[in-house]
């Protein structure tokens, strides 16, 4: 009942920048915090950014000053812009939310797809 749907990724070169977007739909009562994840190829997945229900904002060192998390309550979506990007930061990203859905009283995780993500040298 509940969908998230990441887009923007792709390829990009080292040093330019990416904006990627999620879209949750569905049965949704709420939304609490939202975040994006990463798994680069042959390592765990890592948190990137996450961000409240009021806008508070929360970045690891690796990607601090270079990416920012937003998002838009009334449409239910999360973005991550990715600026002066490195070799290191291509991987496979993930869009996920902390929602409660309609008629229900658990907050449960939701991940969407993922998209690939590639910094070239």
């Known amino acids: 009942q509940v969908q998230l749907v990441e887009s923007g990724g792709g390829l990009v070169q080292a040093g330019g920048s990416l904006r990627l977007s999620c879209a949750a739909s569905g049965s949704i009562f709420s939304i609490r915090t939202m975040a994006w994840y990463r798994q680069p190829p042959g390592k765990q997945r890592e948190l990137v950014a996450t961000?409240?229900?009021?806008?508070?904002?929360n970045y690891p060192d690796s990607v601090k000053g270079r990416f920012t998390i937003s998002r838009d309550n009334a449409k239910n979506t999360v973005s991550l812009q990715m600026n002066s990007l490195k070799p290191e930061d291509t991987a496979v990203y993930y869009c996920?939310?902390?929602?409660?859905?309609?008629?229900?009283?658990?907050?449960?995780?939701?991940w969407g797809q993922g998209t690939q993500v590639t910094v070239s040298s």
């Open positions: 961000i409240t229900s009021d806008g508070n904002t």
């Open positions: 996920n939310a902390q929602i409660q859905i309609l008629l229900g009283t658990l907050v449960n995780n939701y």
